[in-house]
């Protein structure tokens, strides 16, 4: 008669640890925060970034990065393809520089159809560092760099924790899939497909 009993409280103990995790789920839980490698020419910020999804459009940054206010969660595509949407889609994520010296890197966001991006940088007292908005709908000139992808540079201080934030809206699809880049490594990647797609129209103009 004491095995069902034992086999109960066994039952019981696993459902109360399923309901606990559960709650914590979905609680939202920030994505960890991403190392700067500075060997590294480029890093994926897919798997640093957590989103959350503002149906009003009415929140600002100084409502977004509040701490513990809003339920943040990990994207289901890694790629941060959110398909079309009528939402205001937040991004963030923490980069960390554990070296001594300041870290200078662009971000890219090679999806142009955004109709608007905005970008804030925030220091870890909270402080902002740095803002631009840009997109499809406005200027070409509102972009920090003239760029026919959406390039933003940021840096780092040494021994410090950044979190950047992006507030994505649009008619088309929301994708974003971000890169972060050495500067050096981006700049010679870009002029690269530069040439290489000023020789191939070259060329595709030739046997018109």
Do not use: C
Not at 32 to 39: E, L, R, T, V
Request: hydrophobic share 45%; charged share 15%; glycine share 2%.
């Amino acid at each position: 008669m004491k095995e069902p009993l034992s086999l109960n409280i066994r039952d019981l103990a696993i459902l109360i640890l399923i309901s606990v995790l559960t709650l914590l789920s979905s609680e939202g839980v920030l994505a960890a925060s991403m190392i700067i490698d500075d060997n590294l020419k480029k890093q994926d910020l897919g798997p640093y970034v957590s989103y959350y999804m503002d149906a009003s459009k009415q929140l600002e940054i100084a409502d977004i990065k509040k701490p513990n206010t809003l339920t943040w969660l990990p994207p289901k595509d890694k790629r941060l393809n959110f398909g079309f949407s009528n939402a205001a889609i937040w991004l963030t994520t923490t980069l960390t520089n554990p070296s001594n010296t300041a870290i200078d890197r662009v971000i890219e966001l090679p999806y142009s159809l955004i109709d608007n991006v905005e970008f804030y940088h925030v220091n870890q007292q909270g402080r902002l560092l740095s803002n631009y908005i840009m997109g499809s709908e406005l200027h070409f000139s509102s972009r920090p760099i003239a760029h026919h992808n959406f390039i933003i540079p940021i840096s780092i201080a040494a021994h410090s924790n950044s979190q950047l934030f992006l507030r994505l809206t649009g008619s088309h699809s929301l994708q974003a899939p971000l890169t972060i880049w050495n500067n050096k490594a981006f700049w010679q990647v870009s002029q690269f497909e530069n040439r290489f797609n000023f020789a191939y129209f070259t060329l595709l103009f030739a046997l018109m």
